[in-house]
T-cell receptor
C-alpha cells in the first residue's frame, strides 16, 4: 500500500530557531501534499496544500512567512517552521493523495507525524 | 461548504461486543467518505472509504461502514471489538466534484474494555 514517511518523528528546539520537517511519499508520486497541525485530543487542522512545482496554498489564518512549504519533487515536501516559539509546539502531520490507478486511487495517506517542542 | 459531525467524543464498549462509531456529513454533490484511525502519537491510518457502489464498505482490521444517503451518515462498525481497537477515530468527507481538501470530524475516542 501507499506509504508516507516523515522526518524527524520528534524534535526539540530553542525559541527563535528554525525547524525543517520532511514528508515523503515512498511508493507513489504525489503532485499534491497536505500539511496539518493537531493539538492534543483535537482534530486535524489543515495548514496548507503543497503543490509540486508551484507555491503552496495556505489556509486562512496560517502565516505563510512563518510556515514555509517547499514541494521540490513528486515525492518530497518540506515544512519549515521559522523562528519557532513555544506556541508553535504541536503535532504536525503531512499527507499525500495517491492518484494512480488501483484500489488506492484518490485516497489520502498520512505520515506518522512530527512532534515539535519549542523551549 | 462541507462538514462532518461525530456526535460522540467517547465510546466505550466491552471486548467481544459490537461497536458503532457515528458519523454524519454535509457536502454538495456526491460524497467521498473516509474513516481513519489514530493511535497515540501516531499519524492517521486509513481504514476504509466509500466512493461509489455498495453501501456497505469493508475495510481493514474487520471494520466496515454503511453509507446511508437519506440519513447522510457513514457509521463505522465492527461485529466484535478487540482491546487493541482502542484508539481515536476520524471520519472525513470531500465532494467528488472538486479538488477540495478532506474535512475531518472532531474525532471519537473508542475504548474497548477487557
Amino acid at each position: 500500500g501507499a506509504v508516507v514517511s516523515q522526518h524527524p518523528s520528534w524534535v526539540i528546539c530553542k525559541s527563535g530557531t528554525s525547524v525543517k520537517i520532511e514528508c515523503r511519499s515512498l511508493d507513489f508520486q504525489a503532485t499534491t501534499m497536505f500539511w496539518y497541525r493537531q493539538f492534543p485530543k483535537q482534530s486535524l487542522m489543515l495548514m496548507a496544500t503543497s503543490n509540486e512545482g508551484s507555491k503552496a496554498t495556505y489556509e486562512q489564518g496560517v502565516e505563510k512567512d512563518k510556515f514555509l512549504i517547499n514541494h521540490a519533487s513528486l515525492t518530497l515536501s518540506t515544512l519549515t517552521v521559522t523562528s519557532a516559539h513555544p506556541e508553535d509546539s504541536s503535532f504536525y502531520i503531512c499527507s499525500a493523495r495517491d492518484l494512480t490507478s488501483g484500489s488506492s486511487y484518490d485516497t489520502q495517506y498520512f505520515g506518522p507525524g512530527t512532534r515539535l517542542t519549542v523551549l | 461548504a462541507q462538514s462532518v459531525a461525530q456526535p460522540e467524543d467517547q465510546v466505550n464498549v466491552a471486548e467481544g461486543n459490537p461497536l458503532t462509531v457515528k458519523c454524519t456529513y454535509s457536502v454538495s454533490g456526491n460524497p467521498y467518505l473516509f474513516w481513519y484511525v489514530q493511535y497515540p502519537n501516531r499519524g492517521l491510518q486509513f481504514l476504509l472509504k466509500y466512493i461509489t457502489g455498495d453501501n456497505l464498505v469493508k475495510g481493514s482490521y474487520g471494520f466496515e461502514a454503511e453509507f446511508n444517503k437519506s440519513q447522510t451518515s457513514f457509521h463505522l462498525k465492527k461485529p466484535s471489538a478487540l482491546v487493541s481497537d482502542s484508539a481515536l477515530y476520524f471520519c472525513a468527507v470531500r465532494s467528488s466534484g472538486s479538488a477540495r481538501q478532506l474535512t475531518f470530524g472532531s474525532g471519537t475516542q473508542l475504548t474497548v474494555l477487557p
